[in-house]
Nanobody, 118 residues
Framework: QVQLVESGGGLVQLGGSLRLSCAAS????????MSWYRQAPGKEREPIAG????????TYEDSVKGRFTISRDNAKNRVYLQMNSLKPEDTAVYYC???????????WGQGTQVTVSS
C-alpha cells in the first residue's frame, strides 16, 4: 500500500536551513509528480512546491520561491525539500504527497514538524 514517511524537521533559528526528506513506497514513484505541502497552526494544508515525475519541472508557491528547492531521486524513491533563509512564518508541519494520491486515496503520512524561532 502507499506509504510516505517524512523526516528532517526540527527547531531552527531565523535565517537557518533544513533539508526535508520523504521516502515513498507502494506506487510507481517515477510516474508521479510529487509535492510538498505544509499546514501551519490554525490554517489549511497548502501545497508549496511541486516536481514532475522526471524531475524536469518544478513549481513553487510565491512565499517560498527563491528560498526552497524541491528535488527527487527516483532511484531511491525519495523527494527532498531544501529550505534556506527560514522565517517564523515557515513554522508548520510539512508533508510530501503525490497530487494523484491525494485525489484518489486522500492518504497522508505523519508529516515532519518545522519550527523557526525568532
Amino acid at each position: 500500500q502507499v506509504q510516505l514517511v517524512e523526516s528532517g524537521g526540527g527547531l531552527v533559528q531565523l535565517g537557518g536551513s533544513l533539508r526535508l526528506s520523504c521516502a515513498a513506497s507502494g506506487f510507481t514513484f517515477s510516474g508521479h509528480a510529487m509535492s510538498w505541502y505544509r499546514q501551519a497552526p490554525g490554517k489549511e494544508r497548502e501545497p508549496i512546491a511541486g516536481i514532475r515525475g522526471d524531475g524536469g519541472r518544478t513549481t513553487y508557491e510565491d512565499s517560498v520561491k527563491g528560498r526552497f528547492t524541491i528535488s527527487r531521486d527516483n532511484a531511491k524513491n525519495r523527494v527532498y525539500l531544501q529550505m534556506n533563509s527560514l522565517k517564523p512564518e515557515d513554522t508548520a508541519v510539512y508533508y510530501c504527497n503525490s497530487p494523484a494520491i491525494v485525489n484518489i486515496y486522500n492518504y497522508w503520512g505523519q508529516g515532519t514538524q518545522v519550527t523557526v524561532s525568532s
